[in-house]
């Protein structure tokens, strides 16, 4: 709560790891602990298994705007660690942000399919979702978006 309700300027901060899952809870539960402790466990869990990645989106080029079938338009790494040394090197003021990855442990790629395509919300939770391969993403488009479009993009270590 004191995080949450810190004024403008105010350096307080909480880890990666859990802005990303209480932001993953609609705003009404956000001040429930129970549910709060709940999801952060289960990202953990997710984390450990391997069903996490982290993104940096590089939607810009020269002033160009790339979009999600441009093959570099994002940027997904393994961990948290892989990300902080990319971007280091390439973009050190830039931020990279953790999502969970449905289907399974992460293996060389994942397959994406934005809610909008045209949308630049990255580190919002309902942005994109990611699937361990095109089977699975096919699948959940079937049972819930059937005419979004998925794109495959490697995992960098």
């Known amino acids: ?56 989106l590089d939607d810009y080029e020269n002033g160009e705007a790339r979009t999600a079938r441009h093959p570099v338009w994002v940027k997904v790494f393994a961990s948290g660690g892989a990300a902080d040394a990319w971007l280091q090197d390439n973009d050190p003021e830039g931020v990279a942000w953790e999502y969970e990855v449905e289907g399974g442990p992460v293996e060389g790629s994942v397959w994406l399919c934005l809610s909008d395509p045209a949308s630049r919300a990255i580190g919002e939770p309902d942005w994109i979702k990611l699937f361990v391969s095109k089977e699975c993403a096919q699948k959940w488009l079937e049972d819930n978006k059937p005419k979004r479009d998925i794109w495959q993009y490697p995992v960098q270590e």
């Open 1 to 56: 709560m004191e995080w949450r309700h810190k004024p403008p300027g105010d350096r307080r901060s909480i880890p990666a790891e859990l802005y990303a899952a209480v932001t993953s809870l609609p705003e009404a539960d956000r001040s429930d602990r129970q549910r709060v402790n709940e999801v952060v466990r289960s990202h953990d869990e997710a984390r450990r298994e391997g069903r996490t990645v982290w993104l940096y």
